[in-house]
T-cell receptor, first 118, second 110 residues
Framework: GAVVSQHPSRVICKSGTSVKIECRSLDFQATTMFWYRQFPKQSLMLMATSNEGSKATYEQGVEKDKFLINHASLTLSTLTVTSAHPEDSSFYIC??????????????FGNGTRLTVT | GQSLEQPSEVTAVEGAIVQINCTYQ??????LSWYQQHDGGAPTFLSY??LDGLEETGRFSSFLSRSDSYGYLLLQELQMKDSASYFC???????????WGAGTKLIIKP
């Protein structure tokens, strides 16, 4: 089955530093990847849609300069949280869908990254 | 606006059957997906309905009625490991973007 690898699974960083999260589709090509954020006991909030070879599309209210997204290849997208603050602490999840797949292709999720900013 | 409504919590007994409902309101609609998420984990895909009717996958079934903007997930022969949150998500455009419900926490008692 389709596998999406997300790294790191947990990261603790100090306020003001930057953190990079990687999302890789291991056995399929993904022209589009999605980055979500999830607070405890809440639903997934779409942050941005990452398109290979072009600029990411950010959802309303998400600062593109703070959450830098790079999708340089068909199998890798990265999210960098710049100048992290404690309020950025959250569970970040990436997902991808198989390029050229049928209309009912499911989203495959990475295992998520729990970010704690101290 | 676009939204999905599902119950926040459902409680059932091990071995029983439980149904989790989802109603949706979206500007476009391609289909309804269901995902399972255990605490601390990522969502895993369960099912997708694009057409009206029932889709069965083992102990799990999913139903869609486009005319009623309604779907449900049916879990049979409940096991303790089924304790998780279940999300319905509507695909509203062709780019795989989903609108997510708030999730239903399924509590299973022995």
């Amino acid at each position: 089955g389709a596998v999406v690898s997300q790294h790191p699974s947990r990261v603790i960083c100090k306020s003001g530093t930057s953190v990079k999260i990687e999302c890789r589709s291991l056995d399929f090509q993904a022209t589009t990847m999605f980055w979500y954020r999830q607070f405890p006991k809440q639903s997934l909030m779409l942050m941005a849609t990452s398109n290979e070879g072009s600029k990411a599309t950010y959802e309303q209210g998400v600062e593109k300069d703070k959450f830098l997204i790079n999708h340089a290849s068909l199998t890798l997208s990265t999210l960098t949280v710049t100048s992290a603050h404690p309020e950025d602490s959250s569970f970040y999840i990436c997902s991808a869908s198989r390029a050229g797949g049928p209309n009912n292709s499911p989203l495959h999720f990475g295992n998520g990254t729990r970010l704690t900013v101290t | 606006g676009q939204s999905l409504e599902q119950p926040s919590e459902v409680t059932a007994v091990e071995g029983a059957i439980v149904q989790i409902n989802c109603t949706y309101q979206t500007s476009g609609f391609y289909g309804l997906s269901w995902y399972q998420q255990h605490d601390g984990g990522a969502p895993t895909f369960l099912s997708y309905n694009a057409l009206d009717g029932l889709e069965e996958t083992g102990r799990f079934s999913s139903f869609l009625s486009r005319s009623d903007s309604y779907g449900y997930l049916l879990l049979q022969e409940l096991q303790m490991k089924d304790s998780a949150s279940y999300f319905c998500a509507a695909k509203w455009d062709s780019n795989y973007q989903l609108i997510w419900g708030a999730g239903t926490k399924l509590i299973i008692k022995p």
